[in-house]
């Protein structure tokens, strides 16, 4: 077993890949979007080599959700860091689209940011784009709600996290 483990940690890339998330806020409320997979989740995504993780949060949130945001600031230090090789052997779900990285990557180093919504700017995906009816603003109580129940199916020290932050809004 000792040995098995050793040849399976050769194996394992060492790589993260830097991902950020975005806390949008409008009149007190967070924006979300809902994943089949995992239900409740505020925009995010990979950052490319060479942006900064103020420029990737501008990205993300236009590319993923229309939605265009000012006042991005770090709202942690504190990264985390999603070992898919880890959750996997714990038995813990993986999204199919994290599974096909695990190739390049050992899993996601986690950015947390907050921002201000300015506007939704609907030429970017389109007035009837599927993605922007999955779009609300909910109070901080229920993505709190939210992160309970995603924490008994998912990893729950990343969630236990996520509600630390958004504790603070």
Not at 50 to 73: F, H, R
Not at 102 to 131: C, P, W
Not at 159 to 164: F, G, N, V
């Amino acid at each position: 077993m000792i040995l098995e483990n050793y040849l399976l940690e050769l194996q394992t890339p060492t790589k993260w890949r830097p991902r950020v998330e975005v806390y949008v806020l409008k009149d007190k409320k967070i924006l979300v979007g809902t994943h089949p997979e995992i239900g409740f989740h505020v925009p995010g995504g990979g950052i490319e080599e060479e942006q900064d993780l103020i420029k990737a949060a501008k990205n993300e949130c236009l590319e993923e959700a229309g939605v265009v945001i000012t006042n991005v600031k770090l709202i942690t230090k504190e990264n985390y860091y999603e070992d898919w090789y880890k959750l996997d052997a714990e038995g813990q779900p993986i999204t199919k689209k994290d599974r096909l990285r695990m190739k390049t990557f050992r899993g996601i180093k986690h950015h947390y940011l907050r921002a201000d919504f300015v506007e939704f700017d609907k030429s970017i995906l389109g007035a009837d784009n599927d993605a922007l009816k999955r779009l609300k603003f909910i109070s901080k109580e229920e993505l709190i709600r939210a992160y309970e129940k995603q924490a008994k199916v998912f990893d729950p020290a990343q969630y236990a996290l996520r509600i630390k932050l958004v504790k603070t809004f």
